[in-house]
């Protein structure tokens, strides 16, 4: 792939240049892919011919990289994919494979730690099971979510819930006496095979499937799809998607019209309430701020016994002092202020 810093740039600055374009354009817009390698193999074609600096012919970087992103953005596109640019079909794979990279994570530490046998009981063989089909029904919860479909979302979440239950379940009450050794290659296997189903899915049919029926809605799911495209494709607080959605709603009652006539394309129309620049992008910032808090939780809860026990030793020690400082300084401040500033858009 090219990039701005792989591009044979004849001057440094025109090579700072592109890079700060590039982190521009694909950190703060969401983009299709190649349209960032595009416009820079077309700058640094104009720049060689005209003989004038990127910066002096274009302007600053960022403010070009915002101009692109406006004009060379198809609406369609913008409508189809979530706040981290993601389409519904993009989203479901990529839970699956974190999935997949955990679990070969964990059956690499458990070979050089444990040994090459992997021994299996039958609590522990059932609890794997069970939680890899609750991380299906996850993925494809949060693949509804980002298709708008929060009907959806409910059935596979209280599925996935259920079966990490059944799992935790499993785990207590079923034998610990061992029933299968496997070589830790053969169960490396398994989420590879997980990664290598998830990369040759049919994208095309998955996004169909996870959009839903192709046919015209009626109002009241064209409304019912409005709230849930604002709220989980383009992050929009559930306040502001209501008031929307209520808008949407007298209008229609007034000019006696279907919501199709009316507005079109429901993932269109969603797209441009939520895409005054400004409130989206506090949008995005919050929810990667609180992806970031999440994180923190996690490893404090995993290494919380060595904080507890006061292991100055364990370097897990350290890491849970470092996160909770970071979290303090960092995180938490910029969570505060993207929270109050996304609620008084």
């Not at 692109?68 to 369609?76: G, M, S, Y």
């Not at 706040?83 to 990529?94: A, D, I, K, S």
């Not at 679990?103 to 039958?122: C, K």
């Amino acid at each position: 792939m090219t990039t701005g810093r792989t591009i044979d740039w004849p001057h440094e600055a025109d090579a700072d240049w592109a890079a700060t374009f590039e982190v521009q354009l694909l950190l703060h817009h969401e983009v299709p892919d190649g349209l960032a390698e595009r416009v820079l193999a077309e700058v640094r074609e104009t720049t060689e011919e005209s003989g004038v600096r990127a910066a002096e012919l274009l302007g600053d970087p960022r403010a070009y990289a915002d101009t692109v992103a406006a004009e060379r953005v198809d609406e369609r596109y913008r409508g189809s994919v979530d706040l981290n640019g993601l389409t519904p079909v993009e989203q479901f794979r990529r839970i699956l494979y974190a999935g997949a990279v955990t679990g070969a994570v964990t059956t690499l530490v458990f070979w050089f730690t444990e040994g090459i046998r992997v021994q299996f009981s039958p609590g522990a063989g059932s609890f794997v099971l069970l939680v890899l089909t609750a991380l299906v029904c996850i993925a494809v919860a949060m693949g509804m979510r980002s298709a708008g479909r929060y009907r959806a979302v409910t059935g596979w979440g209280l599925a996935g819930g259920a079966l990490v239950a059944g799992a935790i379940t499993a785990a207590v009450a079923l034998s610990e006496d061992p029933l299968v050794k496997l070589p830790a290659p053969v169960v490396l296997l398994a989420p590879l095979l997980l990664a290598a189903s998830v990369r040759t899915s049919p994208a095309p049919a998955l996004n169909a499937w996870f959009e839903g029926p192709a046919e015209e809605p009626d109002s009241r799911r064209w409304t019912t799809r409005l709230d849930g495209l604002l709220r989980g494709r383009h992050g929009m607080p559930g306040r502001e998607a209501r008031e929307h959605t209520a808008e949407v709603r007298s209008h229609l009652a007034a000019a006696g019209t279907t919501a199709q006539e009316a507005y079109g394309d429901v993932a269109l129309y969603a797209a441009r309430l939520a895409d005054a620049g400004e409130r989206r992008q506090l949008r995005k910032a919050y929810k990667s701020t609180l992806r970031d808090a999440l994180l923190v939780g996690c490893v404090i809860f995993v290494n919380e016994e060595y904080v507890r026990e006061g292991d100055v030793r364990a370097w897990q020690f350290w890491l849970v002092v470092v996160v909770a400082l970071w979290f303090a300084v960092r995180v938490l401040p910029e969570l505060v202020r993207t929270s109050r500033a996304r609620n008084s858009c």
